[in-house]
């Protein structure tokens, strides 16, 4: 079965970090680019940052560069994604998520359970 | 970065309505659009890619169309199961945008 299971999910303080784990089963996930999303409570979904197969190339969005980094292990079939400077705006569910197609970097066919990450004092 | 916009932000229908959810781009996408359907406490589900293309195992009741910058998602008779939140996205560049949502609610 295709999976992805997130984990990492937290309540901490505004300033402080955290990292998030996707492990990836079922699939060839080197083969894959692979995104984080992330959904705060009551709002829409957010496209937070993407990784190419090989980790060369990352992406982020504007709101989250030099505080967020996205990186992957293909060894693990894991994904990573190290939260620092966490700020209240940053609290949301946050889904790994697989594209539909090998060849390119969306849309998503195949998403985590999701892990709840809450920023507050 | 590009926008997108969806209308309305919310619908109320019934079951066996027609229904159809817009969603605009702030600059052309061509056909580099899908479609989302999002229920509480569950990951997102892929609907329709491509603009029109419908992702195996999705009900036919569901169908895309449009390219540029207007795209439409039209569910032709309104299930049960189908009350929930929608979501557009574009992926022809970064950030990989979505819309703002819609919510179909029973009448």
């Known amino acids: 079965e295709v999976q992805l299971v997130e984990s990492g999910g937290a309540l901490v303080q505004p300033g402080g970090s955290l990292k998030l784990s996707c492990v990836a089963s079922g699939f060839s996930f080197s083969n894959y680019w692979m995104s984080w999303v992330r959904q705060a409570p009551g709002k829409g979904l957010e496209w937070v940052a993407d990784?190419?197969?090989?980790?060369?190339?990352?992406n982020y969005v504007d709101s989250v560069k030099g505080r967020l980094t996205i990186s992957r292990d293909n060894a693990k079939n894991s994904m990573y994604l190290q939260m620092n400077s966490l700020r209240a705006e940053d609290t949301s569910v946050y889904y790994c998520a697989r594209p539909y197609n090998s060849g390119w970097y969306g849309p998503f066919d195949i998403w985590g359970q999701g892990t709840v990450v809450t920023v507050s004092s | 970065d590009i926008q997108m916009t969806q209308s309305p932000s919310t619908l109320s229908a019934s079951v066996g309505d027609r229904v159809t959810i817009t969603c605009r781009a702030s600059q052309s996408i061509s056909k580099w659009l899908a479609w989302y359907q999002k229920k509480p406490g569950r990951a997102p589900n892929l609907l329709i890619y491509?603009?029109?293309t419908l992702q195996s195992g999705v009900p036919s009741r569901f169908s895309g169309s449009g390219s540029g910058t207007e795209f439409t998602l039209t569910i032709s008779s309104l299930q049960p199961d189908d009350f929930a939140t929608y979501y557009c996205q574009q992926y022809n560049s970064y950030s990989l945008t979505f819309g703002g949502g819609t919510k179909v609610e029973i009448k």
């Open positions: 990784i190419k197969q090989d980790g060369s190339e990352k």
């Open positions: 491509k603009a029109s």
